[in-house]
């Protein structure tokens, strides 16, 4: 029930956008998903990009933090707690934890599952 229904709103969105597909054609749903699939394969690159532009962004963050970083927080946090909250939330989200190398890494994962699946279907 619940494919039935997204296949439904899919249809009525192309039906209804008379630029991208007249109503008056047969429709073929399956070329038109297919269609979207391989726009989108055709922007990994610009993720690649962004993957290697955030990797060189949290190289140069992590090279300005001191090689002792442990001793600087602790200094830091005496310092002024506000500033210490700022930094240690930079060097979270940057260069410890879940940041935004890994949300790129999960996206270039994503990329290679739908392009393996059109390769599957195109052979």
């Given at each position: 029930?619940?494919?039935?229904?997204?296949?439904?709103?899919?249809?009525?969105?192309?039906?209804?956008?008379?630029?991208?597909?007249?109503?008056?054609?047969?429709?073929n749903?399956?070329?038109?998903?297919?269609?979207?699939?391989?726009?989108?394969?055709?922007?990994?690159?610009?993720?690649?990009?962004?993957?290697?532009?955030?990797?060189?962004?949290?190289?140069?963050?992590?090279?300005?933090?001191?090689?002792?970083?442990?001793?600087?927080?602790?200094?830091?946090?005496?310092?002024?707690?506000?500033?210490?909250?700022?930094?240690?939330?930079?060097?979270?989200?940057?260069?410890?934890?879940?940041?935004?190398?890994?949300?790129?890494?999960?996206?270039?994962?994503?990329?290679?599952?739908?392009e393996?699946?059109?390769?599957?279907?195109?052979?």
């Open positions: 029930m619940s494919k039935i229904k997204t296949y439904k709103n899919f249809e009525n969105h192309i039906v209804t956008d008379e630029n991208y597909f007249p109503s008056e054609v047969d429709v749903y399956e070329e038109k998903m297919d269609a979207v699939m391989q726009s989108l394969l055709k922007r990994r690159q610009l993720v690649s990009l962004l993957s290697d532009t955030i990797e060189h962004v949290c190289g140069e963050i992590e090279k300005s933090l001191p090689p002792d970083l442990e001793s600087f927080m602790e200094d830091l946090r005496h310092y002024d707690d506000e500033i210490f909250e700022a930094v240690d939330e930079i060097k979270e989200k940057m260069i410890d934890g879940y940041n935004m190398k890994d949300m790129i890494e999960e996206v270039v994962h994503d990329f290679i599952l739908i393996n699946y059109m390769k599957l279907k195109n052979d």
